[in-house]
């Protein structure tokens, strides 16, 4: 791992100036805008995928990958024993990966952590677009089916029957086995959202087309964006985890403040 | 100070102040004879409002300010409910109408409240009073009166001496509720047998596999490796009646993994299809439904009580308080290359129950 | 001192003030004889305790679920006939569910304040089965229980097992999934009952699960049946609060014989009436700034999905966490039938529980052979063992419960959700031990402590050299009042052995006396009169 740590931060010190304030401007556009922000955002990246099927991208990801990448994957990307092989998952997988920052890993956990970005766009894209080109595999998703805009109550229905035993039905997230865990879907891009369905990270089950059909992993999207988007209609959600926050709360704010009124109740009147 | 007048000699305290007790008064508390005396009660300490008559002012202006803020805060609660209407399809509305009328509401007790408990407390009386407690048993006199009620009661009714009519009055009582355990029966179906239908679900031999919700088929080559199917009957959602019922018992999950990972017994080694195998979705400890599935481990969770399945060794328990592997279902491909159901499961789905064998 | 003598009663002043309240007083009573409750009751003493509030916490939370309660019921309808959803809630929108899913979503979204009063609800109702649980920790922890209140915990405590079962029928009504799930698990656990339990799941739900049936019939409980009972047994409970008179901490001038406090009219209805509002005013709060129970996130009951972190509500947790916490394995064919004793243990294990900490009074006067009343209360260290065995069980409790949220506790602390469950194994088997031990020895120092402060006062923390160059603390001496309330215990011995008329002792002697022994061993004595004038002479 060290070894992989070293070129990173090569990278990020080469590309000093660009990379936190694309990191800033990700952070400004997710927390301030909605939708129509989200679709903004995927078409630029969409398109950027689709020019970057140029050669000179692609050499460019190839030297991106043996500087970063090929400790754990190989350098011809087909695994070693502490990564596997990326012949055929696809420029969708790659985008997920390195644009949530879980690759490349700072170290070895039950399972690869969402940390700060690594690689700019461009290099995400490029890299992309070099593991595409070994063999096919699931591309990015086109931005008409990152829109939000489908049928919520669909999605939520899906969602509810493939999604919420692991990342609970407001996607709060939730535990599996030995340490895992399946992350909160909040603040999460509709791109990568899109992308772990159809590529199944880590152990995540894959969720293909014949399963979910676009169209409806568009309708969940749409409900995750309208989850996200509309606070809940009783006030704080108390992190949506259901009747053990509510218990706790109960217990340590509602009880605490009437034992404490209690106390004042029955104190001498000064 | 407290005496023992009252004579009740079981309530003769022993940490009662300077009072010599004999040794069966006191019960099994040990009598010190030089026990520290009860000084009595501690001198009145006024409060500010008994000593200063601006700080009862004040506390007067308090305690009818609160009550007028209460006033306040329900008429706001009117207004809220009708300045905070729901518009329809816009829950940040519903958000904004709970939370000020909320809001008035909580203004309204709250003060109505504190005000009361303030002046009860600044301004009312504030000298302790004392009762005397009396032992609860009634007096010997109310006692003997008692047990004579009951004996001349008896003598009158004669419900000790006329054992036939108190006998047969005692059997008449018990068993005039039975009736109610009969009627209790028709709580279910009269024509229907639990067990048998705990031990049979709509899957039978051909019945396709189809997606949950939308009931469309699914064709072997639509399981890629590492995926995971929520998969119902074909036909399922047709069921007007006792859908609910046939899909707790028929949900199943999906998954296609190497063939090489998966480690299967020769007498189900036909129950597979190049590496898709599925198996019931509801867990054989109390049933919920099984669905975490993490693909590259093929381990299966419930999240209701933890139990782990190995889905690639035939879904044995690998954790958690289940005993019992979940049960598969064997499935082949038809000659339009979709997944088929060779059969029912072979045993009964979901918790285990005791005519399960 | 009285002041029960000092003052006119109630009813005399009524008849003297004349007018509109006069007459109106006067036609009441002739036609009621109120006058003599007014009498009798309008200055009875009750003392004042914050931990005596905690009771009344019960009560209004119980008043204002009826309210908020009463209010909901105009606008559920508990049927499981299938609708499709036409309301505002647009993630919902066409999707198809019970008419009770669908009547609790339109109660939320569409009627003004209906979600504030469905919030209401719900918050009231963790809130009531919590303050119970607080005032019996207080009952006990003092000493409470004991004769003439042991029938009185009994009822207390049947409250408690309704409340939940209150708690239980209502988080149903809704038919969503993170309820529909819950039922699913009761209906498993029903079933792994021997013999009986697949005929009393399918009676239960009107046939196969999840049938049509079940809301309408925990509906019949939860709003007719349940509160009938619970009703009969507050007013019960409250009866026996005014036979017996309420209990006091020890204090000077408090004594066995006596009640110190304030009279019903006019502080403690001020007090008490002023408190129903604050706690309906703080559960009033909880409603209109945080969520309960978002049934539009869970969406209508099907058996196929489920979310994550699905829980019971928690007062339902100790059982949901002894049904995670079983190994695995525990189920055995045999004798005609299947033994689910990963269902059975949690089952009979819970049930001996509830079963000790309900008879525990009769089983604590069996072991004391303590047959006198007591109205003053135990300080708990003054009771070590008792206090004790309360730490014991509020661990096991407390391991249970925690079980409940494993998920959530491997997910918030990044550990693994096997340690969890392993942890808590320990937890639960050897954390009552340790807690035994602990408490009592914490309980002991704690008397020993108070023998200290008796004798040679408290600490003051002032340093001064003696003429001699010696240092010493100043020891602020405590007055007669404060001393009262640290010797004012009573010390007990065990029950001695002795033979019955036959001249022998049985076996069950010989346990009691063993139970005896193991209760009041390490004992520490008040201080007495003489202790203190020597430890004076000392000084001075």
Redesign the interface.
């Known amino acids: 791992m060290p070894r992989t740590q070293k070129p990173t931060n090569g990278t990020s010190r080469r590309s000093g100036r660009r990379s936190p304030l694309a990191s800033v401007a990700l952070i400004a556009i997710g927390l301030l805008f909605t939708g129509g922000a989200y679709a903004a955002f995927s078409t630029s990246t969409a398109s950027a995928a689709t020019e970057s099927a140029s050669a000179q991208t692609v050499a460019e990801g190839e030297k991106l990958f043996a500087a970063n990448c090929a400790t754990c994957h190989g350098l011809s990307a087909d695994g070693t024993s502490a990564g596997p092989s990326l012949i055929g998952v696809g420029a969708a997988s790659v985008d997920f990966q390195v644009g949530t920052g879980r690759m490349p890993m700072q170290m070895n956990g039950p399972q690869a952590e969402v940390k700060p970005v690594q690689f700019t766009e461009e290099q995400t894209a490029a890299l992309a677009a070099y593991v595409a080109s070994l063999a096919p595999g699931p591309a990015i998703p086109a931005a008409e089916l990152l829109d939000a805009q489908g049928d919520a109550a669909a999605g939520a229905e899906l969602f509810r029957i493939n999604c919420a035993m692991c990342h609970n039905v407001a996607g709060a997230g939730g535990a599996l086995t030995e340490g895992k865990y399946a992350p909160a879907l909040d603040g999460v891009t509709p791109q990568h959202i899109y992308e772990a369905m159809i590529t199944g990270p880590q152990n995540m089950p894959v969720f293909n087309d014949m399963n979910i059909s676009p169209e409806d992993k568009r309708d969940i999207i749409t409900y995750l964006k309208y989850v996200e988007n509309n606070p809940s209609p009783g006030g704080f959600a108390l992190g949506s985890l259901g009747p053990v926050s509510e218990g706790l709360f109960l217990w340590i704010f509602g009880l605490g403040a009437i034992v404490a009124l209690t106390v004042w109740i029955t104190a001498k009147s000064n | 100070?407290?005496?023992d007048e009252?004579s009740?000699k079981?309530?003769?305290?022993?940490?009662?102040?300077g009072v010599d007790h004999g040794s069966a008064a006191a019960?099994?508390?040990?009598v010190?004879?030089?026990?520290?005396?009860?000084?009595?009660?501690?001198p009145h300490?006024p409060?500010?409002?008994d000593l200063d008559p601006r700080a009862e002012k004040r506390?007067e202006r308090t305690v009818y300010t609160l009550f007028y803020l209460s006033i306040v805060g329900s008429i706001f609660a009117i207004a809220a409910?009708m300045i905070?209407?729901?518009v329809?399809?816009?829950?940040?509305s519903?958000?904004l109408?709970?939370?000020?009328?909320?809001?008035g509401?909580?203004?309204?007790?709250?003060a109505?409240?504190?005000?009361?408990?303030?002046?009860?407390?600044?301004l009312?009386?504030?000298?302790?009073?004392?009762?005397?407690?009396h032992?609860?048993r009634g007096t010997d006199e109310t006692r003997a009166r008692a047990v004579e009620i009951f004996q001349e009661a008896n003598t009158e009714s004669g419900f000790g001496r006329r054992t036939m009519i108190r006998n047969s009055l005692i059997g008449a009582l018990v068993v005039f509720p039975l009736p109610a355990v009969v009627l209790?029966?028709g709580?279910?179906?009269q024509d229907?047998d639990?067990?048998a239908?705990?031990k049979q679900t709509m899957w039978e031999k051909g019945t396709r596999l189809a997606?949950?919700?939308s009931g469309v088929p699914?064709?072997a080559s639509?399981?890629?490796?590492?995926?995971?199917?929520?998969v119902?009957p074909e036909g399922l959602m047709d069921l007007g009646h006792?859908l609910?019922?046939e899909?707790?018992?028929a949900?199943v999950i999906l998954?296609r993994m190497k063939p090489e990972d998966l480690i299967e017994t020769p007498e189900r080694a036909s129950w597979s299809y190049d590496g898709i195998v599925a198996y019931s979705?509801?867990?054989t400890?109390?049933?919920?439904?099984v669905?975490?599935?993490?693909?590259?481990?093929h381990?299966l969770?419930c999240?209701?009580?933890?139990?782990?399945f190995d889905v690639a060794d035939s879904a044995k328990?690998?954790?958690?308080?289940?005993?019992?592997a979940l049960p598969q279902l064997p499935i082949a491909v038809d000659a339009d290359g979709y997944l088929i159901a060779q059969s029912d499961f072979l045993e009964p789905v979901?918790?285990?129950?005791?005519?399960?064998? | 001192m009285s002041t029960t003598t000092d003052m006119k009663p109630a009813d005399t002043q009524k008849k003297k003030s004349g007018g509109f309240t006069g007459a109106a007083a006067n036609y009441v009573d002739e036609r009621t004889s109120i006058s003599t409750a007014v009498k009798e009751l309008g200055r009875k003493i009750f003392p004042d305790h914050w931990s005596f509030l905690l009771g009344e916490v019960a009560l209004y939370s119980f008043v204002i679920i009826l309210l908020s309660g009463t209010f909901l019921t105009f606008f559920f309808q508990a049927s499981m006939v299938e609708v499709h959803y036409d309301g505002s809630y647009v993630p919902l929108k066409g999707v198809a569910m019970s008419v009770a899913m669908a009547s609790s979503l339109d109660l939320s979204f569409d009627i003004r304040g209906g979600l504030l009063m469905r919030q209401v609800h719900h918050w009231a109702a963790l809130l009531f089965v919590a303050s119970i649980g607080l005032h019996m920790l207080r009952i006990f922890f003092t000493g409470a229980f004991r004769k003439p209140r042991e029938l009185n915990w009994v009822i207390g405590f049947v409250l408690f097992i309704l409340a939940m079962a209150e708690g239980f029928t209502g988080y149903s009504l809704p038919d969503d999934l993170l309820s529909g799930n819950g039922l699913r698990i009761i209906d498993g656990m029903v079933k792994g009952i021997p013999v009986v339990g697949t005929w009393i799941s399918f009676l239960l739900f009107g046939g196969e699960f999840p049938g049509v049936d079940i809301v309408g019939r925990l509906y019949s409980l939860h709003i007719l049946i349940l509160p009938a009972i619970i009703v009969a047994l507050i007013a019960m409970h409250l009866l026996f609060v005014v036979v017996h008179k309420h209990t006091q901490y020890p204090g000077a001038g408090r004594t066995n014989n006596n009640v110190v406090g304030y009279p019903v009219l006019p502080v403690y209805a001020a007090k008490a009436g002023g408190f129903f509002f604050i706690v309906f005013g703080v559960v009033m709060l909880m409603a209109s700034f945080f969520t309960i129970n978002p049934i539009w996130n869970y969406g209508p009951y099907d058996p196929s999905p489920v979310s994550a972190g699905t829980q019971p509500d928690w007062y339902i947790g100790f059982a949901d966490g002894a049904l995670r916490l079983i190994p695995p394995g525990l189920e055995w064919v045999g004798l005609g039938g299947t033994w689910s004793f990963n269902i059975l243990i949690p089952l009979v294990g819970l049930g001996l529980f509830i079963g000790v900490v309900l008879l525990y009074p009769f089983l604590e006067a069996w072991v004391t052979g303590d047959k006198r009343e007591h109205h003053i209360l135990d300080r708990p260290r003054n009771a070590p063992t008792r206090t004790a065995i309360g730490a014991a069980g509020v661990t096991f409790y407390a391991g249970l419960w925690a079980a409940a949220s494993s998920d959530i506790i491997a997910t918030h602390f990044k550990v693994t959700m096997e340690g969890v469950i392993h942890t808590l194994q320990a937890v639960v088997i050897l954390g009552p031990i340790i807690a035994y031990f602990i408490t009592k020895r914490v309980c002991l120092a704690l008397m020993k402590k108070d023998r200290e402060i008796v004798l040679h006062g408290y600490e003051s923390g002032r340093i001064v050299r003696l003429p001699g160059g010696e240092y010493i603390e100043v020891h602020q001496p405590v007055d007669e009042y404060e001393r009262w309330k640290l010797v004012s215990y009573a010390d007990y011995k065990p029950l001695e052995l002795t033979p019955n008329a036959r001249g022998k002792i049985s076996p069950v002697q010989r346990v009691r006396a063993g139970l005896s022994r193991w209760f009041f061993e390490d004992r520490i004595a008040p201080v007495g009169t003489q202790e203190i004038e020597k430890s004076h002479g000392d000084h001075h």
């Open positions: 100070m407290a005496s009252t009740g079981d309530l003769t305290a022993t940490d009662s102040a019960g099994i508390a040990v010190s004879r030089d026990a520290v005396a009860n000084p009595g009660f501690p300490r409060r500010i409002t506390a409910y905070f209407p729901i329809p399809e816009d829950p940040g519903v958000r109408n709970n939370m000020f009328i909320g809001i509401l909580a203004l309204a007790l709250l109505l409240g504190i005000g009361a408990v303030h002046w009860g407390k600044a009312m009386h504030d000298e302790e009073g004392v009762d005397e407690r032992p609860v209790f029966r709580l279910a179906p229907q639990p067990v239908l705990l997606l949950d919700p699914i064709k639509d399981v890629t490796l590492g995926s995971s199917f929520a119902i006792g609910l019922e899909k707790a018992k949900v998954v979705k509801i867990c400890h109390v049933g919920c439904p669905g975490l599935y993490e693909q590259q481990t381990h969770l999240p209701c009580h933890q139990s782990q328990v690998i954790f958690g308080p289940a005993k019992r979901g918790p285990s129950f005791w005519e399960r064998q």
